[in-house]
Structures are given as structure tokens and as C-alpha cells.
């Protein structure tokens, strides 16, 4: 065997037979860190936990996180007086380019959410985001932070089939053509809610399955089954809605470890089960689709496992994985949201412990 491989490392120095084909344009994309992504923050400021992230079209990198959640030692440089040199709260909503540079950063004020969850930049720049505490509210706002609307009124929760509430929305996602806004809705209900993006006015709603009436009775604790068992209602929290390019809707379904795909109607297409044996948290935290053309590839946030996924469009196959617990560069600690750009190129907020965000880029 030796001798073959020397025979043919001398023939191919040589000229004489010919070189392998290029790798297949189809390969599964592979990711690494870019550890130097963002650049440091101005003014001693730090991050708390990151409970969103969004790319908006020019390709910079919206960051959401909560500055609440500041440990006591992290916030002396904001005591009156100042205790120590570190730190002050970032204000919650940061804008990068696309190498690190912090472009603005706005947020807080009395029109803001208590525990801040999820962000979307729609065509026009707008940035919508939420709250998962008592925020059963959606707000607006221009690129400069300027409030333009707010869609539910905080702590009014009144089930998934009440048209004018929500009940603590974790994600959204507009359909900029068909000036809609999907709501993942949420922690509190279990429903997909789609809303007239310039008004707020509902339209209609679904839940697991396409039913038009989804239950809040309680549900028993999420068991790994073969995929004819899975419950017929979607968990708490529903944690995350996309949409493709072939007009399907996308959600997450985060403790019981599933994909569902709709039509925008609600009309029921599929499932995927996703490492379907995780019992914590659930597995599909959130998801993005890939920037080629067919949208081939799901990348999966799954904070529980602490890894993202990649996984055929067509099939839900897991083709690879990144990442691994830890504190490291490209390591993860509840990696949360997702987002990528036109080039590919994958970023990642997390909450809990890790409280950062990171950038992946192609191999």
C-alpha cells in the first residue's frame, strides 16, 4: 500500500495523472471562530446576557441583550460614586459591522421591555424586538431608536386564541413582500400569530399542527418518542419563527425538540425531530436557513447541547455540528439566537453564563 501511494504522489509530481476534481460545490458548509469579532466596547461597558441577534441588509450585526443581568461586580463603574473601573451596562441594542466595529447603540427609556427577547430587521431598517418576562408586547422602532409602534399591552395575557394578545413573544420574523409579521408567541401561549406589519392588526393564528385552536392545557413532560407519538401541542416556550425563500414557515419548537414547517396559512407540511433525546431545555432554540439560492441547509441553535447543527432542508438529516460546552472562543454556553448574512457567515448570541456573542465564518 506503501509503495502505490509513492507511486502515485511521483506520477502526480510528474504530470502524469491527472488531479482529483475540485471539492463538490455541494459540500456541507464548515464553520470556524473569528475570535477577534466583535472589537472591544467603548466607555467600560459589557455585555449581559445576549437574548438576540439579527443581520439586516447592508450585512451588519444587530446585538439585543439585557443589562439588567449585570452581576454586582460587573457594575461598579455605574455607582454613584463609582465603586470601581468596571463596568457599566452596554445599552441594550448595539449595531456592528460586519469586522467588529460598533456603528450605534440606543434603548431603555420607559417604552422598553422588562427582560428583553428577540430582535428582527425588517427591509426598510426597521428593528422589531420583545420580552419574555411580563412583555406581552411587540415593539417598533427606526435604525436610529426612534419608538414607532407597539403592538399587546405588558402583563395582559389571555390565551393562544385571543386575537388582540399576546403572552410573553419570544421571536419574529417579517414577511417583507406581504407586509406581514410573524410572532412566535411564546412562553406564555403556543401559537404562531402573523400581524399587519404597518398597523399591528391581527390576521390569523395557528398551533402545532395547523389547528386553528391550540390548547393551554398543561402538557405532560416532554418523553423521547418515534415522531407518530409527538404531542399534538406545540411547548412553552414557542422560541422561534423563520421563513424561506419557497414561502414556508419555520418554528421552533424548543422542549419538544422539533422543527415544524407551514405553509403561510398555517397549513400543516412537516416535522423534524431534532436530537430528539434531549431532555433540558429542549434542542431547537432557534434556526436560520443558508444564504445559497435553494436555501439546501437549517442551522440549528441548540442551546441545551450547546452545539449548532446543520441539517438537510429536505430530509432533517444532521449533516455536522460546531461548537461544545465551554467559555472558550467558539465554545457555547445556551447559544440562543441565530443569525447569518449574505455571505454565509454565521452569528451567535447566548444567554445564561455566556453572555457574548460570536462569528463563524466559512472554512
Known sequence: MRKTWMAIS????????????????DKVPSYVVDPFWPKDLPENWTLGQVAGIAVDGQDNVWV???????VDDE???????????????????LQFSSDGKLLRSWGGGDVWPKNE???HIDKEGNVWLGGNDKDDQIYKFT???????????????????NPNRFSRPAHMNTDDAAGELYVADGYGNRRIVVLDAKTGAYKRHWGAYGTKQPTDDKLPPYKPVSITELSKSFSNPVHCVRLSVDNLV??????????????KDGTFVKEFQVEPQTLQNGSVWDLVLSEDPQQRYIFVADGANMQVMTL???????LSSFGRPGHMAGNFKWVHNMAIDSKGTIYTAEVGDGRRA??????
Open 250 to 263: 419555520y418554528v421552533c419548537d424548543r422542549a419538544n425538540d422539533r422543527i415544524q414547517v407551514f405553509q
Open 312 to 318: 438537510d432542508r429536505q430530509t432533517g438529516q444532521k
Open 64 to 70: 439585543l441583550h439585557r443589562p439588567r443581568t449585570l
Open 143 to 161: 435604525p436610529e431608536g426612534k419608538f414607532l409602534m407597539q403592538v399587546g399591552k405588558a402583563d395582559t395575557p389571555a390565551g393562544s386564541n
Open 358 to 363: 460570536q462569528k463563524f465564518v466559512r472554512k
Open 75 to 93: 457594575k461598579g463603574a455605574q455607582k454613584s460614586p463609582p465603586e470601581t473601573r468596571c463596568c457599566a451596562a452596554a445599552p441594550p441594542v
Open 117 to 119: 427577547h428577540g430582535i
Open 10 to 25: 511521483a506520477a502526480l509530481l510528474l504530470g502524469t495523472v491527472p488531479m482529483l476534481p475540485a471539492v463538490a460545490q
